[in-house]
Nanobody, 118 residues
Framework: QVQLVESGGGLVQPGGSLRLSCTAS????????MGWYRQAPGKQRELVAR???????TYADAVKGRFTISRDNRKNTVYLQMNSLKPEDTAVYYC????????????WGQGTQVTVSS
């Protein structure tokens, strides 16, 4: 069974930094587009950042210049470095693995809470 396990969430003050990690198992990690999404209370889940198999990155406007997504295919892990955190970044952050060639393969982690508060 495919597993995506996130870690690195927590409580941080405004202006602080966190690094989220997501390690995948039982998938051919290198061919997947990996993404980070977030969902704040009362809001829909939204894309934060995405990195393709050829390391093309996409960011939501709200996080451009502050967040950086990266991947290490040797470790089956995707990272989200979050700097200059704001209270509005508070949400549950989810890792996603997506691959479509003929069939669609789409997997989610369980989520990790990020709270930005003084």
């Amino acid at each position: 069974q495919v597993q995506l396990v996130e870690s690195g969430g927590g409580l941080v003050q405004p202006g602080g930094s966190l690094r989220l990690s997501c390690t995948a198992s039982r998938i051919n990690f290198s061919i997947y587009t990996m993404g980070w999404y977030r969902q704040a209370p009362g809001k829909q889940r939204e894309l934060v950042a995405r990195i393709t198999s050829d390391v093309t990155t996409t960011y939501a406007d709200a996080v451009k210049g502050r967040f950086t997504i990266s991947r290490d295919n040797r470790k089956n892990t995707v990272y989200l470095q979050m700097n200059s955190l704001k209270p509005e970044d508070t949400a549950v952050y989810y890792c996603n693995a997506d691959y479509a060639l003929g069939s669609r393969y789409d997997y989610w982690g369980q989520g990790t809470q990020v709270t930005v508060s003084s």
